[in-house]
């Protein structure tokens, strides 16, 4: 496995948007402690993971020293004013959890999805946000029951994109959360929270104990590019000051297309360098 050099990374996961078998074998030979199963794939809905299929998987992972982290499939409309599409999105989401628990993946990644709202008013994203809280509260519940957690990540922020918004973009939402449920685990998408504002250290310096794991990748600020870290308006050595300021730890997810995840590792050893040194 890579090693990192970096004290604040205790795992290295990387996305490649690929069947599971092949994400695995691609992590493997990027030298990760963790892969991505995308379950926005055709391939990787929950009807494609028959017994067999899952036991096989968690036995090649066991065999290769790599642990599958489920990242949820961020169309669901979690926050939909449709109570009865809003359960059904729950008992989705526990197909995730199960599938979750049978490959013995820490954690389910899981997105507030979107509304739809032609004219943008505050109180109707705020009651959409209050919806997706209230399936979040059950959802943690079932996380629970199932030994796994759901890590809950920040989608892009498009603003002038209506009729169709993303729930959970910004800053002030990270409280609204905390202050429904405080036990609430986060992965901030530091490339999401840089498309249309500067979100990424301002998140990661008040909310950093309940941050799990930081997704990582850069943009020119308008649009979620997954570039290379150093390919965007993201200065990384911001964040990485950012993080050695409050003293978090956890797991790096790169989500970079074209680059490894070893180069991004260099870029952060570098910054990391100079921060220390500062």
Request: hydrophobic content about 40%.
């Amino acid at each position: 496995m890579m090693h990192s050099g970096l004290p604040f990374v205790s795992g290295i996961a990387v996305q490649r948007y690929l069947a599971a078998e092949e994400g695995l074998d691609a992590a493997y030979a990027e030298g990760c402690t963790h892969w991505y199963i995308d379950m926005s794939l055709p391939s990787e809905l929950p009807d494609q993971w028959p017994r067999a299929r899952r036991r096989g998987l968690a036995a090649r992972a066991r065999t290769l020293g790599l642990t599958p982290i489920i990242h949820g499939n961020f169309r669901v409309p979690y926050a939909t004013e449709i109570t009865e599409l809003r359960n059904a999105a729950l008992g989705y989401l526990r197909t995730e959890l199960r599938l979750a628990a049978d490959l013995n993946a820490p954690a389910v990644i899981i997105h507030g999805g979107a509304y739809v709202e032609p004219r943008p008013t505050r109180s109707g994203r705020e009651a959409t946000l209050a919806r997706f809280i209230s399936t979040l509260e059950v959802a943690q519940a079932d996380a629970t029951s199932l030994g796994t957690e759901l890590w809950l990540e920040n989608l892009s922020h498009y603003p002038r994109f209506r009729p169709f918004t993303y729930v959970f973009t910004r800053r002030e939402e990270y409280a609204q959360v905390l202050a429904r449920i405080p036990t609430t685990r986060f992965i901030l998408d530091v490339g999401h929270a840089n498309v249309n504002q500067s979100m990424a250290l301002p998140a990661l310096r008040e909310f950093a104990p309940s941050i799990a794991a930081l997704s990582l990748s850069n943009n020119d600020g308008s649009a979620d590019d997954h570039l290379g870290l150093d390919h965007g308006t993201l200065v990384v050595a911001d964040l990485l000051q950012a993080v050695h300021r409050v003293n978090w730890r956890g797991v790096i997810a790169f989500e970079t297309r074209g680059e490894s995840a070893g180069a991004g590792v260099e870029v952060l050893r570098t910054a990391w360098k100079r921060t220390e040194e500062a």
